[in-house]
């Protein structure tokens, strides 16, 4: 069962435009959405979170915007740059009581290029 | 020093072999973690422990056999591994594990991984 979803595989984006990139989530018990980006060969890099408290927030040229109501996230990268290509996951955290411990469920996955 | 470090980048071991990947921090986190990842799937955890505690074992097979000898160091003994068991093996860390309301404490930083190829 997979609870955390990226439907679209890849995303092709040309240089300056917005990139925007999608997961939604099945389990109403998550309440802290990571993004991370990878490069091949490299861990996971933490880009940007946000609590279910909140609904959107910015970090620089990222954006995150949080929907509980349908369960959906989204990463906005605006102006998108060629160094931005990687790999996008989104990860979801869920309290788990007494002693709880803070796993992540990472989607899939989105392969973004952004060409110049 | 926000680096979570593992070493060694590249392991080719036998199906008898035993070996160890290691991983260090020094973010003073009290969460570390191991997940598995094979090629175009996402990070699946491993294991988690917690003030160098083992708190979580996502059923991993016993070939695979953490350990923690202190707050800053994590690893993962393998032994008699087999072929379907390659792939890069990712640490991570937090600054605790768990939360009581949403925060950043969940924030996991990844190191570069190991990739395993057992042949």
């Known amino acids: 069962d997979q609870q955390v979803k990226q439907n679209s595989p890849s995303l092709s984006v040309q240089e300056g435009r917005i990139s925007i990139l999608n997961c939604d989530y099945t389990n109403s018990m998550f309440d802290y959405f990571l993004w991370y980006k990878k490069y091949p060969a490299e861990g996971p890099t933490f880009l940007i979170s946000i609590s279910s408290i909140k609904d959107k927030n910015e970090d620089g040229r990222f954006t995150v915007f949080l929907n509980k109501s349908a369960k959906h996230l989204s990463l906005h990268i605006v102006p998108s740059q060629p160094g931005d290509s990687a790999v996008y996951f989104c990860a979801a955290s869920a309290y788990a009581g007494g002693t709880s411990y803070g796993k992540l469920t990472f989607g899939q996955g989105t392969i973004l290029t952004v060409h110049p | 020093d926000t680096e979570v470090t593992q070493t060694p980048k590249h392991l080719v071991m036998g199906m008898t072999n035993k070996k160890s990947l290691k991983c260090e921090q020094h973010m003073g986190h009290r969460a570390m973690y191991w997940y598995k990842q094979k090629a175009k799937k996402p990070p699946e955890l491993m294991f988690v422990y917690s003030y160098e505690k083992l708190s979580i074992n996502e059923s991993v097979p016993s070939r695979f056999s953490p350990e923690c000898p202190n707050s800053s160091l994590l690893n993962l003994h393998l032994h008699a591994l087999q072929p379907e068991d390659s792939a890069l093996y990712l640490c991570?860390?937090?600054?605790?594990?768990?939360?009581?309301?949403?925060?950043?404490?969940?924030?996991?930083?990844f190191g570069q991984g190991t990739r395993l190829t057992v042949v």
């Open positions: 991570a860390s937090s600054p605790q594990a768990g939360h009581l309301k949403p925060t950043r404490y969940t924030e996991a930083f």
